[in-house]
């Protein structure tokens, strides 16, 4: 599976959690993703730099906020999916999430 595949598929399926996700999937999803959210965040910080209107720079702000929003859903799915393929329950997300709540407090 290759990663504009693994992408539209993730989004294809925020809201199914059956099933299973592959490992190119799930790997290819988050870097893009990843990818797609550091460049909005490194265009709002060039648009800074060079003093463009804050209301302009709102918009790029609130562009990125809806797209990091949506993007939660498909990743939380995804998520899902991958530990039912390896073999995990679903309450495994809970420790996760428990453990990146106590690491960033």
């Given at each position: 599976?290759g990663?504009?595949?693994?992408?539209?598929?993730?989004?294809?399926?925020?809201?199914?959690?059956?099933?299973?996700?592959t490992?190119?999937?799930?790997?290819?999803?988050?870097?893009?993703?990843?990818?797609?959210?550091?460049?909005?965040?490194?265009?709002?910080?060039?648009?800074?730099?060079?003093?463009?209107?804050?209301?302009?720079?709102?918009?790029?702000?609130?562009?990125l906020?809806?797209?990091?929003?949506?993007?939660?859903?498909?990743?939380?799915?995804?998520?899902?999916?991958?530990?039912?393929?390896?073999?995990?329950?679903w309450?495994?997300?809970?420790?996760?999430?428990?453990?990146?709540?106590?690491?960033?407090?």
């Open positions: 599976m990663p504009i595949e693994a992408f539209t598929t993730a989004w294809r399926k925020s809201f199914t959690y059956g099933g299973k996700a490992r190119a999937e799930y790997g290819w999803f988050n870097l893009i993703n990843f990818i797609a959210i550091f460049g909005g965040y490194v265009l709002i910080c060039a648009a800074a730099i060079f003093s463009v209107d804050i209301e302009e720079l709102q918009i790029l702000f609130n562009l906020l809806i797209y990091v929003i949506a993007s939660a859903f498909p990743n939380q799915s995804i998520v899902v999916r991958r530990l039912r393929d390896i073999g995990k329950k309450t495994w997300i809970l420790l996760a999430l428990s453990l990146s709540l106590v690491s960033s407090g």
